[in-house]
């Protein structure tokens, strides 16, 4: 079974393949990267990290593409199976909902496809 981080890069490589992703200047939010290094120097990194607006919970990709009525779309992918959204995640989805962005959770590569040709194809 595929990590997230392997559907994500799947999702990634398909929209680069298919030219949407420099169309439309999708990006990736990196706040689950692996740090390398002591505590000691993983802690100066994600303070310093968290010094420049690095925020807990927020999605893993941003469409910056308006649909449907939304202003962009947040996804926040999880793996096919057992995947749960963290207190934090919950939280940053309804600040964006509230702001007029369309979110979606979905479960590994090919849900996320779908999803985002859905939200794409809304006029």
Known sequence: MSSEHD????????????????RYG?????????????????????????R?????????MVFPIARGGYHGMYLELKRKSGGNLSDEQRDF???????GYFTAVPSGFEEAMEIIETYLSWE
Not at 30 to 42: E, T
Not at 93 to 99: G, K, L, M, N, Q
């Open 93 to 99: 989805i309804a600040i964006v909902e509230r702001a």
């Open 52 to 60: 420049e607006g690095m925020r807990p919970g927020v999605a893993d």
């Open 26 to 50: 999708i990006f990736a939010v990196p706040n689950g990267i692996p740090l390398p290094g002591s505590a000691k120097s993983r802690a100066r990194i994600i303070n310093y990290m968290k």
């Open 7 to 22: 559907d994500q890069a799947m999702i990634v490589e398909w929209l680069k393949r298919t030219g949407l992703w420099d």
